[in-house]
């Protein structure tokens, strides 16, 4: 059965977003603020790192929470970690979704860096040759 979505729970998404985003931000300027070498240190390493402990630890305390509020859920994990970081939802899926088995999960994710990788060579591509039109 396919559930629609209420504003309820979009308001929770969205406000949730909001924070994630801004601590994304906050991330990015501090990590430019303390370091020169794009190489050495990046916000988007520390985001990915940091969502990818903070969606676990999250996703654990919630599933063992006797009233399981969904809205609780929607604002902490989709809302503020799903803003904050992709990644993070990526990992906690890959774990999920392959029944704890580490080899189906390194397939699953080689797959996915694999995918994203050649698509974001094919969007260079098309863009680069809509550009010579």
């Not at 809205?71 to 904050?84: A, C, D």
């Not at 088995?101 to 974001?120: E, N, P, R, W």
Request: charged residues 10%.
């Amino acid at each position: 059965m396919k559930q629609k979505p209420h504003l309820s729970d979009i308001a929770w998404v969205a406000f949730g977003g909001m924070i994630g985003a801004c601590m994304r931000h906050f991330t990015n300027l501090f990590v430019a603020n303390i370091s020169d070498s794009p190489f050495l240190i990046t916000a988007t390493a520390i985001e990915n790192i940091l969502g990818s402990f903070l969606i676990g630890l999250i996703f654990t305390i919630l599933k063992k929470r006797a009233d399981k509020s969904p809205q609780m859920s929607l604002f902490l994990l989709t809302g503020i970690i799903g803003s904050y970081t992709t990644y993070s939802g990526f990992m906690i899926e890959a774990f999920i979704n392959t029944g704890n088995s580490i080899y189906i999960m390194l397939m699953y994710m080689f797959t996915q860096i694999l995918s994203g990788i050649i698509a974001v060579m094919g969007g260079i591509y098309l863009a680069k040759k809509m550009m010579r039109s």
